[in-house]
């Protein structure tokens, strides 16, 4: 199973890129890497997921290196509802186990 | 709205109790995943069943039990209820077609309160 390190907590203001990086360092070939988002007392939410290189949508974009050990979110201009934790998420189809990390912490400051 | 639906949302009872958590995944979606998530704290797996198999557990307390029925909703069994078992209980469900992971859907959880 690949373990997945975040750092605990970033802080930013309203309108900057944020950026958060996952480390993972024992990916398996087949696994994907999968970001949620999840507000206090809510079920977490799908972002985004990729495979390699980058991938994006309308509020996120992935990146991920050509060795597949870390990845990053980035979020542009951040506003106040970004204010969350989000977790990033290694498996592939035939992972039974999905265990998310201790997830990010993002505080958006005005 | 994910789809998802779990119930009770809200429960209080007193230690050394059992309680059911029941979920409903969406429809089509054979996989069912619960997470226990203490305030503040991450998300625990307990356990994963696909189309009514037990696929995978983890740190599950021998206290707690799961089952997936034919018609694919999952139970959560929570007995001998202490303290430290009150938490928000997620039911996440998941097609598990194509390459990754599937999206995982979560429901609004249950809000377990042991007294």
């Known amino acids: 199973l690949a373990k997945t390190t975040q750092p605990i907590s970033m802080d930013s203001y309203e309108g900057q890129e944020v950026n958060i990086t996952c480390s993972h360092n024992?990916?398996?070939?087949?696994?994907?890497i999968t970001w949620y988002q999840q507000f206090p007392s809510q079920g977490p939410r799908f972002i985004i997921q990729?495979?390699?290189t980058k991938v994006t949508n309308e509020v996120a974009s992935l990146f991920i290196p050509a060795d597949r050990k870390s990845s990053t979110l980035s979020l542009p201009r951040v506003s106040l509802s970004d204010t969350a934790v989000y977790y990033c998420?290694?498996?592939?189809?035939?992972?039974?186990?999905?265990?998310f990390g201790t997830g990010t912490r993002l505080q958006v400051f005005p | 709205d994910s789809g998802v639906t779990q119930t009770p949302k809200h429960l209080i009872t007193a230690t050394g109790q059992r309680v059911t958590l029941r979920c409903s995944p969406r429809?089509?979606?054979?996989?069912v995943y619960w997470y226990q998530q203490s305030l503040d704290q991450g998300l625990q797996f307990l356990i994963h069943?696909?189309?009514?198999?037990?696929?995978a557990k983890g740190n599950i307390l021998e206290r707690f039990s799961a089952q997936q029925f034919p018609d694919l909703h999952s139970e959560l069994n929570l007995s001998s209820l202490e303290l430290g078992d009150s938490a928000l209980y997620f039911c996440?469900?998941?097609?598990?077609?194509?390459?990754?992971?599937?999206?995982?859907?979560f429901g609004e959880g249950s809000r377990l309160t042991v007294l």
């Open positions: 024992n990916i398996a070939t087949n696994d994907y």
């Open positions: 069943y696909y189309n009514g198999e037990e696929r």
């Open positions: 990729g495979y390699k």
């Open positions: 996440a469900s998941s097609v598990r077609t194509g390459r990754g992971t599937g999206e995982l859907f």
């Open positions: 998420l290694v498996g592939g189809r035939n992972t039974d186990k999905l265990i």
């Open positions: 429809s089509g979606d054979l996989s």
